[in-house]
């Protein structure tokens, strides 16, 4: 994050040495004003515990979340983390809600977005949805993801010729985040954001998850059911909750 960019309504703690931030719904347009009005990029990345513990593994991606404006908490286990640390309480956010709230305070100063990502009907379906739903903000250019790796550099130009307020990025994309994060010199000042999720609910490919089942964190049972390999992840998450309590017992 920009050391001179204070985002109004947002604090930022740590668990287990990753920066989380915790602010309220109502402060996304204020903090999306703020990184619109400072000369300088920013990125906004969507945090699961599985996100912690990559954090933890990966000096790069670790750099990426540090380095990012706003560090968003989704999952349950990570609300969870910042008590068992005994951390002030944080709020959870649903990605699809949050891109909704920041695209919203961009269609009322007639801001611009760029889309990258998906295959030529979920990128239609994504500008479309957004245009209808939002018809102040102006889409400045698209680009399916999937590409040859030497299309790339015509890709960025693009990008940066456009200067959108708001790169949204979705699948198709190598390197997903890091990808936005290795690439944040070539563009102009303003916030990019990756999310698959986002893209396949613009695009109808999924269903927005219900409010409760987000709050009981029981949204994300489908990924189970359709990758169920996931399941050998449990004693990574066995081990990190040994590194949670390591931090809790040297914080006494």
């Known amino acids: 994050m920009d050391a001179e960019v204070v985002l109004p309504g947002v604090d930022r703690t740590d668990i287990a040495g990753i920066p989380v931030d915790m602010f309220s719904e109502e402060a996304i347009p204020e903090a999306v004003d703020a990184m619109l009005a400072s000369d300088t990029y920013h990125q906004i990345v969507f945090l699961r515990t599985w996100d912690l513990i990559r954090a933890r593994r990966s000096p790069q991606f670790r750099q990426c979340v540090r380095e990012s404006s ?3 908490p989704v999952s349950r286990g990570i609300k969870r983390s910042a ?3 005994r951390r002030r ?3 959870r956010h649903m990605p699809f809600e949050f891109v909704i709230r920041m695209l919203g305070a961009l269609e009322q100063r007639n801001r611009s977005v ?3 990502g998906g295959d030529k009907t979920h990128l239609h379906r994504v ?5 209808l739903t939002f018809p102040g903000i102006r889409v400045v250019g698209r680009y399916t993801g999937y590409y040859p790796r030497e299309y790339e550099l015509n890709i960025t130009t693009a990008i940066k010729k456009s200067a959108p307020d708001l790169l949204l990025v979705g699948p198709g994309i190598s390197g997903k985040d890091l990808w936005v994060f290795t690439h ?3 563009f102009n000042p ?3 954001v990756w999310s698959t999720e986002v893209f396949d609910i613009f ?3 999924k269903r927005k998850p219900s409010r409760q089942a987000f709050l009981r964190g029981t949204d994300r049972i489908s990924v189970l059911l359709t990758r169920p390999w996931r399941v050998l992840r449990l004693p990574v998450y066995l081990w990190f909750g040994l590194v949670l309590l390591y931090h809790r017992i040297r914080k006494r």
């Open 184 to 186: 944040r010199k070539l």
């Open 127 to 131: 500008e479309e949805g957004i245009k």
């Open 190 to 192: 303003g916030i990019s």
């Open 203 to 205: 695009s109808d490919r």
């Open 70 to 72: 706003l560090s968003v």
């Open 83 to 85: 008590g068992f640390l």
């Open 114 to 116: 760029y889309i990258l």
């Open 89 to 91: 309480p944080l709020n």
